[in-house]
């Protein structure tokens, strides 16, 4: 559907478009100042090739912050897509603690969280190779099997 997918802006970052409803699907193309007579029906599949070739011409021409700019506090339903930094920095994720450091590794916290629930109780993340005996013994692989894995690189040492 060219109401619900992703869309490819300018400098090669993307946007996404969710706009189900029929009155979040007015707004977006009231933003993009698309003609809704024009463009069609929103669910009249015979012309989604041509609304989504439409779609991803016009997102091409501009940046994906640009895009951000326009549908930011509309009820478009359209919202960038961020990439782990941006999304780890986003105000949204920050308010709600969205994310916990584990170890180096920045990580989803449990969902949902109920009020002052602090820090989830995370194991650490184990290092490379901390279960492959348990996992290759489990195969039934030997120790010249396990060798010849990493020989061929298809294992690590």
């Not at 195969?139 to 010849?148: C, F, I, N, P, T």
Request: net charge negative; with cysteine.
């Amino acid at each position: 559907m060219p109401y619900y997918r992703c869309y490819e802006t300018s400098d090669g970052r993307f946007m996404a478009v969710g706009c189900i409803e029929p009155q979040f699907f007015a707004e977006f193309l009231r933003l993009l100042e698309i003609d809704p007579t024009e463009f069609g029906g929103q669910n009249k599949r015979d012309l989604h090739e041509t609304q989504h070739a439409t779609l991803e011409a016009l997102f091409k021409t501009q940046t994906r912050d640009h895009w951000a700019a326009l549908f930011d506090g509309s009820d478009a339903c359209t919202s960038p897509v961020l990439d782990y930094v941006e999304a780890a920095q986003h105000p949204q994720v920050a308010a709600r603690h969205g994310l916990t450091p584990v170890g180096p590794f920045t990580h989803p916290r449990p969902a949902p969280v109920f009020g002052e629930a602090g820090e989830p109780d995370l194991a650490d993340i184990p290092r490379i190779n901390a279960g492959r005996e348990a996992v290759t013994a489990l195969l039934g692989y030997d120790e010249d099997r396990v060798a010849q894995l990493i020989t061929s690189k298809v294992l690590s040492e």
